[in-house]
């Protein structure tokens, strides 16, 4: 996976091999790990949220760049350290064991693909407290097949984004040409070690498999029906889909110089394009999964400058 004990970095499919050291890779992150949120989290898929919610690990910085990323405060490459609540394994791992048991004892790992190798150490670290919770990992999709077999002792339940089917779409929101390639191989690695069931347990919660995620863009109709084309024919229609509607333009993409100034990307989704995408979904075969209200775009506005991004918390780092 990586050289130079995990600090010449091949984690993700950029194999940028950056001195983690130094942390000049393309997505800027050091050897330790950063995380700018440790909290109670009731927004995800209702077998991962369950009634007392999942302890969700937000990570610093990221190997996508999204330009209309929702968490861009703490996912750009520059993150200010105001931003940043927690430094290295034993301050994580500290302030999950005061999060977990207010939870249904699972953790999300939001965005961990630059911090892969850190993985197993923080879930070790947490069975030596007598900690055992469901392990999730949440991520873009944009994953190395050689880092997710390094991953899968220690992963419960895969929670992937599958954004784009059209290359033109992952360069110019994403800079990652590769990204529907990649991510079909990262997709059939972990259908491969989970299969297409989610386990739910007597109380509704999950505890192994796999959910993907696709956001449907404004504007984008087209790349939508590409994805669920694609998961259709090379996975199963028996996985589950939750096909989002949440997209809402954040400050980044209002202020961008690098959009059109009508790019679609600068508004909401359209009851229009979110209904053809729910009944191509259905068309396709698909039975098992979520979707959302077209009002979920005003639900989902994290403030990273609080401990907790989505509550109200009054800790907030200066």
């Known amino acids: 996976m990586t050289v130079d ?3 010449r970095c091949i984690q993700c499919p ?18 330790e790990i950063e995380v700018s949120a440790v909290c109670r989290h009731t927004g995800e898929e209702p077998p991962l949220s369950g009634k007392k919610g999942i302890c969700n690990i937000f990570f610093a910085h990221c190997n996508l760049q999204c330009i209309y990323c929702q968490n861009y405060e703490i996912s750009h490459r520059e993150v200010n350290h105001r931003h940043i609540f927690y430094q290295g394994i034993d301050a994580v791992v500290e302030k999950i064991s005061e999060v977990l048991p207010t939870t249904e004892n699972i953790i ?20 030596r407290r007598g900690l055992y919770p469901t392990v999730v990992y949440n991520c873009g999709g944009y994953e190395s097949v050689e880092t997710l077999r390094m991953l899968a002792p220690y992963i419960d339940i895969y929670l992937p984004d599958y954004k784009y089917s059209d290359t033109r779409l992952a360069t110019r929101y994403s800079q990652a ?19 297409s069931a ?35 024919e090379n996975l199963s229609t028996a996985v589950h889909i939750s096909l989002m509607a949440q997209y809402f333009p954040t400050e980044k993409v209002i202020r ?30 698909f039975y098992r999964g979520w979707v959302q209200p077209l009002e979920s775009a005003d639900n989902y506005h994290p403030h990273f400058d609080f401990e907790d991004p989505f ?7 200066q």
């Open 256 to 285: 961008s110089t690098h959009l059109d100034a009508e790019s679609p990307l600068r508004r909401t989704l359209t009851a229009a394009e979110y209904e053809e995408a729910v009944t191509y979904l259905r068309q396709m075969g």
């Open 311 to 317: 509550g109200n918390a009054t800790d907030k780092k």
């Open 177 to 195: 040409a590769d990204y529907p390639e990649r991510a079909q191989a990262a997709l059939q690695e972990m259908y491969r070690q989970k299969g």
């Open 108 to 127: 999300g790992l939001v965005s961990a693909t630059h911090y892969a190798h850190q993985i197993p150490i923080l879930v070790e670290a947490l069975h």
């Open 198 to 232: 989610l386990r739910i347990d007597d109380t509704g919660v999950a505890f192994g498999g796999i959910i993907i995620r696709h956001l449907v863009l404004p504007g984008s109709i087209n790349n939508t029906k590409r994805c669920i084309e694609w998961i259709a």
């Open 5 to 7: 004990n995990a600090i």
């Open 14 to 31: 950029r194999s940028c091999k950056a001195d983690r050291k130094q942390a000049n890779g393309f997505c800027r992150a050091g050897n």
